[in-house]
């Protein structure tokens, strides 16, 4: 029994060390200079360095404000778009509800390189590249899968019967939609709105293609930089992009555990 | 038309396109063996390190591929941290004598980014199922006589083989088809298909197009079927119904 | 005979199960009838080896630790297997012979009149078949102690009654020793003749069915039991008073309430022991010969099961009680 646990307090260490440690490197990276071969701790570290670089760089403000407001407008089209098709799927038995079901998975499936070059070229045709909407729909094409996904998996536990409930009692669509789907299914559509976040934040390529570079998001700032070997300023983007995902969703994760009673 | 008969005879995308099916391939595999075994290993709740662990191996999942390339650079490359490291305690001589370990010929740069990225994905994906999953049927099977080992092999893997074959899937066609990490971490001699399409895009003219399109078919259908094949495999091999566990 | 000694569970700070001794024969049928939350399916656990009890031991005959195969509420069949690799699992993982597997699968498939399900998967089967399953699932290791978990519960009232008198039929054909918990007096009733009443993790009584109706120990096993009026009232010395019926009683416990069972306390023919006058208002029919009556007395009401057109409503009748009343 003893040495089964000693055992998994290795893998776990082991495992935890090499998630940490690149994020542990980008954190020094991004406070140091000079951190070179053979080297093996930065000639100095200035703690306030980033910070004073975060207030002060037009650079990183704007491709904050870029990373953020494509997010936003992703989530908002994802969600719009992945909630009915979700509680189509798990209510009703449709024509082509198979078919609909594979279609969602497709942008998983389909190499992405072969979906972005065919996308940036339909989008050149209609005029679209280089437009908010035309990025956008592009993060939206990505984080469909998962968003409806995890909606579905949600929606899927009850499927309508308490909707039948509430309606019955007198209630509209809407509100039933409002007042019962939505606050039930809650889990679901947290998990949904943040993979979402973090699959727009993330993306590169799309961003760069169908962007025109008129979208210089924290992520795709970051490949210049390393290319080039400015490891430094890479980081520095690399913490901005922590910043702004890892704490929100911590927090709202927290927030979310913490009120109210789960339901299931 | 022609275009599809040139493609499935020109000899360099055939082998390109070979090498990066084998390439994603391994990875996925990979990625899957070890995510299930981390999985297993960590899925009790009574267990201490079940939460830290899972709250971990959230971590890789919400951060794009170049945190993990910047820091292999800075950890990995010739004159990263490791090598300074070895010189220091004299196990090599100078940055020269480190093994090409980026943008190398096996690349092994790329694969270890596929990993960090991808067993944590598929560690929190089997979580949920593991959970539903409870002790239910473990019970069942060792009050009828099973050892752990039976029980494992012969009850709880085939309940999470969906979960672990979506995992696959999602993770192969990723590793297919992804651009960024193989522009940063490749190895030029040998190349893959996606910096190949990448470049034809972005360097050919416009009467290259209709070839492009053509390869992105060839690839689209190919993936699609390989996920069908996988599916439908993972259905009807012996164990495959599940019966919407 | 299964001898449990002791036996006590406790989770966290909750006691679950304080002490249980048992004898069980061999070769019976043994209820376990408890309402939920009382530590029945924990115990069953331990029996089956599944769970390890803080305190006691479960021995057989020879003083063994004997785990018992269990059939599980929700039947828990694989749901990735077919019936036929469900029935098979047991032997499977003993490495028994293929050609003894296939066998001993076609003889108690036969037995269990599944033959025809073979191939199916669980969730093509209905909750009868999925049972009858489960059951062969268990037998086919020809388990000495069979355990069973609330096994009629999901199961509709027709269905109900035919697997309970099946299980009995397999009982006397594998000689087995079956124990099972049921939350349902009747089920526990129609199959057993050895009745435990398991209450907050405590056996409270055991005794043949009829017994336990007409003497329950206390009164937490006569609220659990259910079918009986209890009357409030005032207590001095073995004199009971209230507005039902003031007069001699037989003292058990002393919070104050008369224990009038629906059936068999309350009679028409007379008695060394007169109970009161009554006016019959409702009559309900209970099928087979029986009424339930409702009687009021000075604005207080009784119920009681009598015999088909004995009473008729709106009239007024004197009630004995067939032996002194009990107050708990």
Partial sequence: ?264 | MHYYTDALNNKVFLKIFFRTFIFALFSAVMACFFGVVLAFLFKKNDNTFTKPFFKLAQLPVMLPHIFIVLALLQLLSQTGLVSSLLTKIGIIHSYNSFPLLLNDQWQIGIILTYLWKEVPFVIVSLVLVLRQMDNRYRIVSENLGATKWQTFWRVSLPLLMPAIVNAFIINFSFNFGAYEVLYLLGNQTKELLPVYIYDLYVQGDYTQLPMIMSLNLILSVFSIAFAGIVLWLSKHLPGGHTGGI | MYHLDNISQKKGNTQILRGINLNIDENSIFAILGPSGSGKTTLLNILAGIDRPTDGNFLNEDGQVEKGIMVFQDYRLFPHMTVFQNITFGLKVKKAKNSEIKQRAENIMKTMGISELINRYPDELSGGQQQRVALARALILNPKLLLMDEPFSSLDEALRIEMLDFVKELQRKFQLTIIFVTHYKTEAYMLSNKVAILINGQIMQVDAPKKLESNPQNFDVAKFLGQANFIEGSLSSDNFSSPVYSGKVNVVAEEGKLYLPFSGQLQLDQTDYPAFKGNVVEKKWMGSNLERVTIKINQETVYCDLASESVSENQVYQFYFSKLPVVF
């Fill in chain 1, 1 to 264: 029994m003893e040495s089964k646990k000693i055992t998994k307090l290795v893998v776990y260490l082991i495992f935890a060390v090499l998630i940490l440690m690149p994020l542990f490197v980008i954190f020094m990276l991004a406070i140091s200079k000079t951190w070179s071969y053979p080297s093996l701790w930065p000639k100095w570290v200035d703690w306030g360095y980033y910070f004073r670089f975060l207030f002060k760089s037009k650079e990183v403000q704007s491709s904050l404000i870029s990373s953020l407001e494509l997010a936003i407008g992703t989530v908002i089209l994802t969600i719009a778009i992945a909630y009915p098709t979700a509680m189509a799927l798990s209510y009703y038995d449709f024509k082509g509800k198979k078919l609909l079901n594979v279609l969602v998975y497709l942008p998983l499936i389909i190499p992405s390189i072969a979906l972005l070059t065919n996308m940036d070229f339909i989008m050149i045709k209609y005029g679209l590249n280089g437009s908010f909407f035309g990025v956008v729909s592009v993060h939206t094409l990505f984080c469909l899968p998962y968003a409806v996904k995890l909606l579905y998996d949600n929606l899927i536990l009850w499927k309508d019967k308490y909707e039948v409930a509430s309606r019955n009692l007198g209630a509209s669509s809407l509100q039933t939609f409002f007042k019962v789907t939505v606050p039930m299914n809650k889990n679901g559509l947290q998990g949904a709105v943040m993979m979402t976040y973090i699959v727009s934040m993330t993306q590169y390529l799309s961003t760069l293609l169908i962007g025109d570079g008129n979208y210089l998001t924290l992520s795709v700032r970051m490949f210049p930089f390393t290319t080039s070997g400015k490891y430094r300023m890479a980081a520095v983007y690399g913490i901005t992009f922590m910043l702004v995902t890892l704490i929100p969703l911590y927090l709202i994760d927290i927030w979310v555990t913490h009120k109210g009673r789960k339901i299931a």
